[in-house]
């Protein structure tokens, strides 16, 4: 039984930081790319950000491109995303989703992740 769960959400002033953390288990976690989604009220859910299974590689949404780093801890089977220079836009539920074995991290559709968290809410306000 896969399971993945965020943590690190919460409520930050405009400009500000957080970091959600998503521990994993019930696979070989190393070996499967890993991403970060969100959705907004009324919206479809979206693309942050992903890292392919070794780490070395790392894409994302241009919306966040140069404020969003994501990152993963192998050892401890986690998977981040650091958030700087938050903006009122940036407010939605985030997921943490398991993506493809040995995937390079470029899949940006939800449909290519088959495994998903339960989402953790940031609220960015102005």
């Known amino acids: 039984q896969v399971q993945l769960v965020e943590s690190g959400g919460g409520l930050v002033q405009a400009g500000g930081s957080l970091r959600l953390s998503c521990a994993a288990s019930?696979?070989?976690?190393?070996?499967?790319?890993m991403a970060w989604f969100r959705q907004a009220p009324g919206k479809e859910r979206e693309f942050v950000a992903a890292?392919?299974?070794?780490?070395?590689?790392?894409y994302y949404a241009d919306s966040v491109k140069g404020r969003f780093t994501i990152s993963r801890d192998n050892a401890k089977n986690t998977v981040y995303l650091q958030m700087n220079s938050l903006k009122p836009e940036d407010t939605a539920v985030y997921y943490c989703?398991?993506?493809?074995?040995?995937?390079?991290?470029?899949?940006?559709?939800?449909?290519?992740?088959?495994?998903w968290g339960q989402g953790t809410q940031v609220t960015v306000s102005s």
């Open positions: 989703a398991s993506g493809s074995r040995y995937g390079s991290g470029r899949s940006r559709e939800p449909h290519e992740y088959d495994y």
């Open positions: 890292i392919s299974w070794t780490g070395g590689g790392t």
């Open positions: 019930g696979r070989s976690f190393s070996r499967y790319a």
